[in-house]
């Protein structure tokens, strides 16, 4: 394996290594989120900067489906296992090998931006708000939402994703909480309770009927889907009429399937 790398980092702003203590892991956390914005996919040349980027799609997946607020070593799981996924999608398996500046630059946070209309009282999570909300966080454009990207990891809508939505929609209601719009960062330290809260109602909500709650987030996903500009093309089984296939096989029985046309001969003969 090669190292994509051309320059040497200063070791100021490492991921720590899996074996550092958990008191750490704060610090840990603000070092990678600092050092971000000196990173770029950009810095590297086409094949390792496609990698790059496709493995970041796979990680803010991954953020949605597994652990929004992951430490530094779950981060790092997260990142190799993005990269992996990358990897495996190429024709020829890529020869580089996975840096620390890389997870630095896969693991970069991503934010995202609700803008939503309010909506009438619904059913449990599935209020307008939330349907809208999935259609900004994963189908945003055709060309890098998550949703259209990887089909595979949100049909259908997992739990995870709606714990983040909800936690989302709490965190702006918080910041009309005084009447007056205060804007409040939308972080781990304030928001991972809600976030844990919200998945254990949702998971204890669905545990009363899994097979309705399965639908229920299919359903979600083919309308976020749909609303935000998917197009599913539907394969549809086309048989011919039953007297055309008659014909055809009492056609087939006096065949030999040696030339292209079996009267062939006949015809060059009619011709002489």
Not at 126 to 131: A, K, Q, R, S
Not at 138 to 165: K, M, S, W
Not at 205 to 224: E, F, H, Q
Request: net charge negative; charged share 30%.
């Amino acid at each position: 394996m090669e190292s994509a790398d051309t320059e040497e980092d200063d070791g100021d702003d490492r991921l720590p290594p899996e074996s550092e203590e958990d008191s750490d892991e704060e610090d840990a956390t603000a070092s990678l989120q600092a050092s971000v914005p000196r990173l770029s996919a950009h810095d590297y040349i086409d094949e390792v900067k496609s990698l790059l980027t496709a493995a970041g799609s796979y990680y803010s997946s991954y953020l949605f489906i597994d652990d929004l607020f992951p430490g530094p070593s779950k981060q790092r799981e997260l990142v190799t296992r993005a990269w992996n996924a990358a990897c495996a999608d190429c024709e020829t398996p890529p020869r580089y090998e996975l840096s620390d500046r890389m997870i630095r630059i896969i693991g970069a946070r991503k934010s995202y931006v609700f803008d939503v209309a309010t909506g009438r009282k619904e059913k449990y999570s599935e209020h307008p708000l939330v349907g809208r909300a999935l259609e900004i966080a994963l189908f945003p454009n055709t060309r890098t939402g998550v949703g259209f990207l990887h089909p595979q990891l949100f049909d259908p809508i997992p739990e995870q994703v709606l714990a983040f939505v909800h936690t989302a929609i709490h965190a702006h209601i918080c910041e009309w909480s005084t009447g007056r719009h205060i804007k409040i960062e939308f972080s781990e330290a304030k928001n991972t309770t809600f976030y844990v809260g919200f998945l254990a109602d949702l998971r204890k909500y669905g545990s009363k009927n899994p097979s309705a709650w399965l639908n229920i987030r299919k359903r979600m996903y083919s309308r976020a889907f749909a609303a935000s500009g998917g197009a599913t093309l539907r394969v549809q089984t086309t048989r011919v009429s039953t007297a055309a296939m008659d014909a055809a096989t009492a056609e087939l029985e006096g065949r030999t399937g040696l030339t292209d046309s079996e009267d062939e001969g006949e015809a060059r003969a009619e011709l002489a």
